[in-house]
């Protein structure tokens, strides 16, 4: 049985009298656990207040489906307040290191003590701020490493694509280069004259132009190598399939092929071909290069995209472009978009620069974002709107998803509170984007939900000489 003596060794205790320590132990209950159990888990609902006595446990919470240490308990101590207050899920998982003797004090009773005793309330309270902050400090650490691997993840999604197309182009460049320098040696060697050999390139860098400018109708690129491939089946071109396809997307036509071949269709040497050959390798060469060079273009662009994101190298606050912000984040959100997510953007050009914690607004905007889109489950329709009003500049994002249910609406903003399941939400997504507008950028964040549409709009203020520009 719990005596007086082992609540008097934790502080709050100390503050109650006699005779309400002995009502506390009289009213406790024991629980053995043995080591490697668990006394409560994430997600459950309260269930009063507990003292340990003997033993030691830990504190985990479950984040992208890992048990992460929180911290630990030794005896003696106390834990449960929190939940026993506000009547909410455990927000952690409870484990016995060591076998532990626990007494438990339902919550009724503990409140009762709480109402009684100002001092002992007093006491608890700061303890509870303290286990508080430092719970939420945690958190807010992990969300900030979990935001950084799902876009690293985003990011790594977006690279491969681009880097295979540039590997792939690098790695089959080295052999057509040599084919073609051994074709044109070939072809010098028997000393054609020099009007033959101009219409042969104009046709390359007709082909050329082509391929590099998309000129080629995609419509009707099927038709063309079609064409083309009964002409070079006709001519006597092994795996004419080969040569149909690059040829086609040169935009060669069968009457420049009739032109070119007409000399050579009775050579019995390599000449018969070679033309063809060359021709299609040169558009095959330049195609790599183009899909390489936009391969490069795009690696590139994500860079920038994730330097402009956290502002590398730039003081603490900076000239921040608002649709600048709104497109990077959206860039290293493309791999969730493309699977059927449409973006419609409303842009005002009229907003102008704004001083602010650029990569702070960023991370506003990521957790909007990957808000809405988890909201839409994969498909729907993502509005994002700016404007200027009466000396705010106003940042909408508005999705089609399921909506917020009404009643839960006044509770979305409060730390940990999450809808979503254990390990998937740390609750402090919207409360940190609040914090980011409100408390650090002087603006609000507010929202209207219904089925099929909701709206967070971002009000942030306009410096003077702003809105003297504006």
Request: proline residues 3%.
């Amino acid at each position: 049985m719990l005596c007086v003596e082992d609540l008097v060794n934790l502080d709050p205790f100390q503050r109650l009298p006699q005779e309400r320590l002995e009502w506390v132990c009289e009213r406790a209950q024991t629980v053995e656990l043995r080591a490697g159990k668990i006394l409560v888990r994430e997600g459950e609902v309260s269930c009063g207040l507990f003292i340990l006595v003997a033993g030691q446990m830990s504190i985990t919470r479950r984040s992208e489906g890992i048990d992460i240490p929180v911290g630990q308990h030794e005896a003696p101590s106390f834990f449960g307040e929190i939940t026993a207050l506000t009547d909410e899920p455990v927000p952690v998982t409870m484990r016995a290191v060591t076998d532990c003797r626990i007494y438990k004090i339902e919550a009724d009773d503990f409140l009762k003590l709480l109402h009684e005793c100002r001092d002992f309330e007093q006491m608890v309270f700061r303890i509870v701020q303290q286990r508080t902050r430092g719970l939420e400090s945690f958190i807010r650490g992990r969300e900030k490493m979990a935001a950084l691997g799902t876009l690293a993840a985003g990011l790594a999604h977006e690279l491969n694509n681009p880097a295979a197309a540039l590997v792939r182009a690098l790695r089959e460049m080295p052999s057509a280069v040599l084919e073609l320098q051994r074709m044109n040696l070939v072809y010098g060697q028997r000393q054609v004259e020099q009007a033959h050999t101009q219409h042969w390139l104009q046709v390359r860098d007709q082909g050329y132009e082509a391929i590099l400018n998309d000129r080629v109708d995609f419509v009707t690129l099927s038709d063309r190598e079609t064409v083309l491939l009964d002409w070079l089946e006709d001519y006597g071109v092994k795996q004419a399939w080969k040569l149909a396809e690059p040829l086609a997307e040169g935009g060669i036509e069968v009457d420049t092929l009739n032109q070119l071949m007409e000399r050579w269709r009775n050579d019995s040497t390599e000449m018969r071909e070679i033309g063809l050959h060359w021709l299609a390798l040169s558009f095959e060469v330049i195609s790599m290069i183009k899909h390489g060079l936009r391969g490069a273009e795009r690696i590139s662009e994500l860079v920038q995209a994730m330097k402009s994101y956290s502002y590398l190298d730039q003081g603490i606050q900076q000239e921040v472009n608002l649709h600048q912000g709104l497109e990077d984040t959206l860039r290293l959100f493309a791999h969730k978009l493309k699977c059927g997510i449409q973006v419609q953007r409303h842009y005002d050009q009229q907003v102008p620069k704004i001083l602010a914690f650029g990569s702070e607004l960023n991370q506003v905007w990521t957790n909007l974002i990957d808000n809405a889109i988890d909201a839409m489950d994969g498909k729907g329709l993502l509005e994002i709107t700016t404007h200027l009003h009466d000396r705010f500049v106003h940042v909408d994002i508005t999705d089609s998803g399921c909506g917020i249910p009404p009643e839960i609406q006044t509770r979305i903003f409060e730390p940990f509170f999450t809808t979503k399941s254990v390990g998937q939400g740390s609750g402090l997504g919207l409360e940190t984007a609040r914090r980011i507008v409100e408390n650090r950028h002087q603006g609000t964040l507010s929202f209207e939900s219904k089925p099929g549409r909701t709206c967070f709009t971002i009000c942030l203020p306009l410096p003077k000489i702003a809105l003297d520009h504006a």
